[in-house]
């Protein structure tokens, strides 16, 4: 019960720009201690469920909860979040100490106590040794460090992290997220991270929240929300999936749970359209009735024990259990 | 031919000539006539080329030297403070107030508007409004808020203020304006998420980083209001003098040798007056 006090939920919150509708209705219980993405395309609305969390946006109707109380009005700075930015927003006239020290400033901790503290917070960045660098002579990881600190010093319940790892290059944004998960079970606060990338929320999420259109598509854990897509576009959007149209309705599967076989024997004969090799897999994609194309990922041993080339009839099977039926 | 269009160093030389040309010619030729004439000497008919300090000696050995330096330093000084003032207001609501550019541009325009005419105009539009039976002192009577006309509105250190403040305060708007759009809007919403109030993101924010527009708009007011003598000479109905008033009295004259050593030394004092400026903030990243 004492960990349920610390929960952030959403309720009903609407955000409109005059007519235009950028967050619909949204209702969602963000458990404590725990790392949840809001995942979705651009414009489906979950940057500004983020800022209406953080307090940089107000809602138009709803409420924002944390810990049992009502936030929705409060400035951002009483929320008892912290928000990270996409491009860390680094005082760029201010040394890497004094920006993580910014908000004791703000309070009025004197300078040497503000400095202990904030030195503190960068040890656990691991960036002490940059303490007296202006923000424009890190690069870009390291500035994201900084941002860190300065959003953890002023010991949120919640932080809120924007597109945190889109500004990186793409070995960094691997290292990077080890490091944000790390952090958060070191922690033991609630993470909530907004990104577009389906596999920085698989790698990171415990907790998927799917965005789309303004509502809320689907949530639930990482491994429920790729497994078993509800609807096709969470399906299409986590990717490594099969959308199609069987007599009972639509359904997904996953594209590595597809079998090839020999012609006639599987459940539906298809022909091979193209295949492309990627490594450790071998994708077939082959067309069906309908009109329809499935891809398979064959593991490469599999395949070059009997390869296909276009043009090939082959039959594809699976487990019943594997399809998931979609709602739209 | 092939090889000398070849030659990096000397298509360089060439594209920097036709401006070190133009520099050279109008700027550095006429400052370096002005220090070689302030060495010479003059009688009440005529000029006679010299190598004397005469003229130096003369200025700096005289009380109404300091006293019109001191008098165009606190000019300077007055009208720097309420420009900046004005201006950083001015910009600060253009470019954190409006939301919408249309409307920022619309009202920076607007801004510009008093420079579609010449600043003499606009000074000496000044007079009847200011003047012993202008519109201010009767709009004050017939207010019931003073009982005679108030005699230090026209020809005073308030007039001549007034106009400098009214002729300048955009150069100060212009730069303050320029490095107001460049912070990130994003810097504000940290400070805020950081707990800074309103007045703690504009002193801990928002000033620190628009230090170089506030540097270059004070370099433009304080070498124009230094260099004026029109504005003294007209609002001040020649009652107050600068260092500006004390060379254009010298060349009517025909005191040229003595107008020169003037301006040689008017000319160290703003140069001085700005490398100070520059030793505090560095305004390389707004050029």
């Known amino acids: ?328 | 031919m092939e090889r000398l269009l070849k030659n990096k160093a000397l298509s360089g030389w060439l594209m920097v000539s036709p401006l070190a040309a133009i520099l050279m010619f109008f700027l550095v030729l006429p400052i370096v006539m002005i220090v070689i004439v302030s060495f010479w000497r003059a009688t009440e008919f005529s000029i006679i080329p010299d190598f004397d300090l005469e003229n130096y000696q003369y200025l700096f050995g005289s009380a109404v030297t300091y006293k019109v330096f001191f008098n165009t330093f606190k000019y300077a000084a007055i009208t720097w403070a309420l420009t900046l003032g004005i201006g950083f207001t001015v910009a600060y609501f253009l470019a954190f107030h409006i939301r919408s550019q249309t409307w920022q541009i619309a009202l920076f325009l607007l801004c510009t508007i008093p420079f579609w005419t010449s600043n003499i105009i606009r000074m000496i539009s000044w007079i009847p409004f200011l003047g012993r039976n202008g519109i201010a002192n009767s709009a004050l009577i017939s207010w019931g808020v003073i009982d005679e006309p108030l005699e230090w509105l026209l020809f005073s250190d308030f007039a001549v203020i007034l106009a400098f403040v009214h002729l300048y305060t955009l150069f100060m708007v212009v730069p303050i304006f320029n490095t107001m759009m460049r912070i990130d809007k994003s810097l504000v919403e940290a400070a805020r998420d950081a707990g800074a109030s309103g007045a703690q993101i504009l002193w801990n924010v928002i000033i620190p980083l628009t230090k170089p527009g506030i540097m270059i708009g004070t370099i433009f007011v304080v070498t124009l209001v230094m260099g004026d003598f029109i504005t003294v000479r007209f609002m001040s109905g020649s009652q107050s003098a600068n260092v500006g008033r004390l060379i254009s009295n010298d060349i009517a004259l025909l005191a040229y040798p003595s107008a020169s050593a003037t301006a040689v030394v008017l000319l160290a004092t703003v140069l001085i007056v700005i490398a100070t400026l520059l030793r505090f903030v560095d305004i390389r990243k707004e050029l």
């Open chain 1, 1 to 328: 019960m004492a960990a349920q006090r610390q929960d952030l939920e959403l309720v009903n919150v609407t955000k409109r720009y005059g007519t235009a509708l950028a967050v619909d209705a949204i209702s969602h219980h963000f458990k404590s201690a725990s790392y949840t993405c809001l995942l979705g395309p651009s414009g489906c609305g979950k940057s500004s469920t983020l800022r209406i969390i953080a307090g940089h946006e107000t809602v138009t109707s709803g409420s924002v909860l944390l810990a049992a109380r009502d936030i929705s009005n409060l400035p951002p700075a009483r929320r008892g979040t912290a928000m990270m930015f996409q491009n860390y927003a680094l005082f760029p006239h201010l040394s890497v100490i004094d920006n993580v020290a910014f908000s004791l400033k703000m309070k009025g901790v004197d300078a040497k106590e503000r400095r202990a503290q904030a030195g503190e917070m960068l040890s656990l960045v691991d960036m002490t040794a940059l303490a007296d660098r202006l923000p424009d002579q890190l690069s870009g990881g390291q500035q994201q460090r900084v941002a860190l600190a300065r959003a953890l010093i002023t010991r949120p319940q919640v932080l809120l992290l924007d597109e945190p790892l889109s500004a990186l290059d793409p070995f960094l944004r691997i290292r990077m997220r080890t490091e944000l998960r790390r952090l958060q079970r070191e922690l033991g606060i609630s993470f909530v991270h907004v990104t577009h990338g389906q596999d920085e929320a698989l790698a990171l999420a415990d907790e998927i929240v799917v965005m789309n259109n303004a509502r809320i598509e689907q949530a639930g854990p990482a491994r429920e929300v790729f497994n078993a897509p509800r609807t096709a576009f969470v399906a299409r959007f986590m990717g490594g999936h099969n959308v199609i149209a069987l007599p009972g309705g639509h359904f997904a599967i996953r594209s590595d749970e597809v079998r090839v076989s020999a012609p006639d024997t599987g459940l539906m004969a298809g022909q091979v359209v193209a295949v492309e090799y990627q490594g450790n897999h071998v994708s077939v994609t082959a067309r069906i009735a309908g009109d329809q194309e499935v891809i398979a990922l064959m593991p490469d041993q599999h395949f070059f024990n009997e390869p296909k080339i276009p043009g090939d009839t082959i039959g594809l099977t699976w487990e019943q259990s594997n399809l998931h039926e979609l709602t739209a």
